[in-house]
């Protein structure tokens, strides 16, 4: 999932960009008082973040000094007496928010990377300020005049393309926001704004509280199928944690699914997949269902304000999808064959079980070690063996091999003490054009999982380009929660986490390669912005990243053509388990908004509408709704989760334009579109007519049944 900071993925999911804008007049600088989070950037690389100066004291009083200096902007912007014009407001909003958005970089580190419950109390009482400050803007009626127009004057004269873009999305975003509601309906979206502000914060806040506290601790005699790296990984967080002599499996993906994959004793991972897929949902002062039903309650109530009949249909019409029905239309255009292949594997798996003589039924906390086996019985592929080839810094290598290939950026390491970080296994890289040498940017890589950080893996920008007024370099990150290996030894991971580490590296990719001219170009559209990251994902399974980045950790041979062989027969493998526990969150979450949110059973109504669906039991949703941050500890995914598939039906097809131009995956023209189309106008044009520049058509849902060895009705 990508998380572009706080600034953009939660604190300005509802209003327009303004508050987290790149650039800002001087006069504010003026006024800084001497909190560091609130100062500007100063040292190499155009100013970088005083990572190393963050501190909870600080985070607080910074925050509210830049939104009062923000406020003061968006004040003298609405009460110029001066004729609405482009330049006077919208440049002038765009100019906006530097502070606050330097705040925001230091704020989301603390909230994703390194958070602590005294955090937490901050976050908590910051919450309602925020949500207050974010409807002071959206609902400015001055300020809306304004906007209003200069946008009915750019629909007689149109600007040119990226000023017409942003006033377009300026208007709407505003217009999605109430800006058009009455006094006393602006008051009522205002309060349910900073309820929901709060919810969102406690949502998150439980999720981690139970990823902290439900480890399982095992003893010697508890290891069998483990491989050596885990079970040296898990005995040094079991020290870490005071508990020396004992081995620790964290409740987070990292650990859990290698855990489930390959430990032989099924009641251990019984409890382990009971821990995970119960975070959030243990009847406790944790728990996360109520919380739920209210976001739910309030989300409905505040979309009617505006005359939407539920939440899916007010968010979805800047979206590619448009409606709730187009997106629901192509989840259950798959869904049918997806479950038809969980039939399969589950069959497969049992028959396995059956030879071993385990005496046992296929469940959930079963389909990881059982898929294991038929993986091996079928494709005589064991993915333990496979990892021993994927060692993370040779994958980093490759990552940077295909950014120069498709890009032309370099990559080179930015000497220890340089650059400020926020934690000791943070490194980082400065980017620029391989030709000209010219300077892009810094790329910050923090790869291990760790007490405090969100599980998961994610993008983040503290500086985006831009070029209205001088162009700004980029500072971005990618984020990983690998366990972090003992001294000395290396990080081998899996075939999917390999996949992951490119899918996020894409976004990167996306942030660095920016073309725009103004800081809102820079956003997303939720079901397109994920296409660009999985289509870099197709790289990692190309000649030549297999034949030189792919060693085994121990010798530095090249993974053998024999396992690779083995490794493209069975690329469709376990898709049935894939796309059903992905598309289960993907359709809970459209139809949750969907459903009368009054006295909502959470729990029940999850339940009921697997059994409707046809859920097979032998495995769960991707993330349960009582942990399924993406949707309910912000507003970025909200009947959006759907996007990753949307944005896979694109992948799918532009991944068929390589394979049919003559240089394949790594033929310059068919490159030099992607860049052009794909990846350097962000936000700046329209989704759908970039996709139709690039491939000359629009995509087709073929490929994506293809790609995963479905049937083509």
């Given amino acids: 999932m990508i998380l572009k900071t706080l600034k953009t993925s939660f604190f300005c999911s509802l209003i327009l960009l303004v508050s987290c804008k790149e650039e800002n007049p001087n006069t504010t600088e003026k006024t800084m008082n001497d909190n560091v989070l609130i100062q500007e950037w100063t040292g190499p690389y155009d100013g970088v973040p005083a990572f190393d100066k963050i501190s909870v004291e600080a985070i607080g009083p910074a925050v509210e000094e830049a939104m009062k200096l923000n406020l003061a902007e968006i004040e003298a912007i609405a009460n110029n007496t ?3 014009t482009f330049e006077n407001t919208i440049v002038a909003m765009e100019s906006s928010g530097k502070p606050l958005s330097r705040v925001f970089a230091y704020y989301g580190i603390m909230s994703a990377n390194v958070s602590s419950p005294e955090f937490r109390d901050v976050q908590a009482e910051l919450a309602p300020k925020l949500s207050d400050f974010r409807s002071k803007i959206s609902q400015n009626e001055k300020l809306f005049k304004r906007i209003k127009t200069v946008y009915d004057a750019s629909q007689q004269t149109p600007l040119e393309p990226q000023a017409q873009r942003v006033v377009d999305l300026t208007y709407k975003q505003f217009e999605m926001n109430g800006a058009n509601l009455n006094a006393e309906q602006k008051k009522r979206y205002a309060e349910i704004n900073k309820e929901l502000s709060s919810l969102y914060t406690d949502f998150g806040n439980n999720i981690l509280h139970d990823e902290e506290n439900y480890i399982t601790y095992l003893t010697e005699d508890q290891l069998g199928g483990l491989a050596d790296g885990f079970i040296k990984s898990a005995a040094k967080i079991a020290a870490d944690k005071g508990q020396t002599g004992k081995y620790a499996i964290t409740n987070t993906r990292s650990s859990m699914d290698p855990f489930l994959t390959y430990s032989t004793d099924r009641e251990l991972r019984k409890q382990v997949w009971e821990n995970y897929y119960s975070r959030g949902d243990n009847g406790d002062e944790y728990d996360n269902n109520e919380i739920i039903a209210k976001i739910l309650q309030l989300r409905k109530e505040r979309v009617g304000l505006m005359g939407y009949t539920n939440y899916a249909e007010w968010r979805l019409q800047d979206r590619m999808a448009k409606t709730p029905e187009n997106a629901m239309n192509l989840m259950l255009a798959v869904w049918p064959a997806a479950i038809a292949r969980v039939e399969e594997e589950v069959e497969d798996m049992q028959t396995v079980a059956n030879e071993l003589g385990d005496n046992i039924t296929i469940e959930p906390w079963d389909y990881r070690y059982y898929a294991e086996k038929v993986r091996k019985k079928k494709y005589d592929l064991d993915s333990d063996e496979v990892k021993q080839y994927l060692q993370l810094d040779k994958l980093r290598e490759a990552m940077f091999f295909v950014a120069g290939e498709l890009f032309n950026y370099n990559f080179t390491p930015v000497p220890e003490g340089t650059v400020p970080v926020f934690q000791e296994d943070v490194n980082v890289w400065e980017v620029t054009d391989k030709d000209s040498g010219k300077h892009i940017g810094l790329w910050y890589l923090d790869p291990y999982a760790r007490q405090g950080k969100r599980s998961g893996a994610w993008a983040t920008t503290y500086r985006s380009s831009t070029s209205f007024k001088g162009k700004t370099n980029v500072l971005a990150s990618n984020n990983s929660n690998f366990v972090k290996p003992a001294p000395g030894e290396a990080v081998l991971v899996s075939w999917d986490d390999a996949v992951t580490f490119f899918h996020e590296f894409g976004h990167a990719l996306h942030f660095f390669s920016s073309d725009v001219t103004y800081p809102t ?3 997303g559209v939720r079901d397109y912005t994920e296409f660009q990251s999985q289509l870099l994902e197709r790289w990692l399974s190309t000649d030549q990243v297999i034949n030189n980045y792919l060693v085994h950790y121990k010798t530095g041979e ?11 027969k069975a690329a469709t493998f376990n898709q049935g388990f894939d796309t059903t526990e992905y598309l289960a969150s993907a359709l809970i979450d459209m139809k949750i908004h969907l459903a009368d949110p009054s006295n909502i059973d959470v729990d029940k109504f999850e339940r009921e509408t697997l059994d409707e669906l046809g859920m097979p039991k032998e495995l769960p949703m991707r993330h349960r709704t009582p942990h399924f ?13 759907y996007g990753y598939m949307w944005a896979d ?5 532009a991944s068929e334009a390589f394979k049919e131009a003559e240089g394949g995956f790594y033929d310059k023209d068919v490159a030099e579109k992607l860049v052009n189309y794909l990846f350097a106008p962000r936000n700046a044009m329209d989704p759908a007519d970039a996709y139709r520049k690039f491939r000359g058509r629009d995509a087709k849902i073929e490929a994506l049944m293809r790609d995963r060895g ?3 009705n």
Wanted: glycine share 10%.
């Fill in 82 to 84: 001066e004729a609405p």
């Fill in 521 to 523: 170009l820079n956003g």
């Fill in 558 to 568: 090249p993974i053998p053509a024999s396992l690779i062989e083995k490794i493209k």
């Fill in 629 to 641: 941050g993406h949707v309910f500890s912000g507003e970025g995914y909200a009947t959006a989760y």
């Fill in 649 to 653: 039906v694109l992948t799918s097809d």
């Fill in 710 to 712: 479905f049937p083509i």
